[in-house]
């Protein structure tokens, strides 16, 4: 396993900046990092739920504070744009820009439901709609365990 606090500093920042912007209503770590099979050669996937994200879509000057150097790509995946983002030290950061309601839980959207169950750990969530997202999915599950966790402000997995 990849060591964990090549990650934490910058979910920390990540976390830290969100809670400053109103706009944010969300933020978790999904894919390889989240649960806890991230390679060497890894990159880190954020979603960011917005009610502005046109202002991170369109714009590079936000990713700024979070230590980026550059944009390396904007690629639409359906309700989500991604938005991979290269940090000091050449981490990549794929963040994932959404409406709120890409955490819809009735219906959850399949591509949505995909990306939870896959393994999601939540860094902020002021309105609980990734928590609730979460409990959805695994009520759909039928019971079976889905790996989601939820972060401190440190970035540390507290559990579910």
């Known amino acids: 396993m990849v060591e964990r606090t090549r990650i934490e ?3 920390g920042v990540v976390t830290d900046w969100a809670r400053q912007r109103p706009d944010i209503r969300g933020v978790a770590l999904v894919g390889s990092w ?14 960011m739920l917005t009610t502005r994200p046109d202002h991170y879509t369109a714009r590079a000057d936000w990713a700024i ?10 690629q639409p995946w359906g309700p989500l744009t991604e938005r991979r983002l290269l940090l000091d030290g ?3 950061v794929e963040v994932g820009v959404a409406q709120p309601t890409w955490a819809a839980t009735n219906p959850v959207d399949a591509g949505t439901r995909r990306v939870v169950t896959d393994g999601m750990r939540i860094l902020y969530d002021p309105d609980q709609r990734l928590a609730a997202l979460a409990n959805a999915c695994q009520s759909a599950a039928q019971g079976l365990p889905i790996r989601w966790r939820r972060g401190d402000r440190s ?3 507290r559990g579910p």
Do not use: F, K, W
């Open 65 to 74: 504070p979070l230590g980026a150097t550059q944009i390396v790509r904007t």
């Open 9 to 11: 500093q910058p979910l």
């Open 155 to 157: 970035g540390r997995s």
């Open 90 to 92: 050449g981490l990549e």
């Open 34 to 47: 989240a649960r806890d099979t991230a390679r060497p050669d890894s990159d880190v996937d954020l979603v």
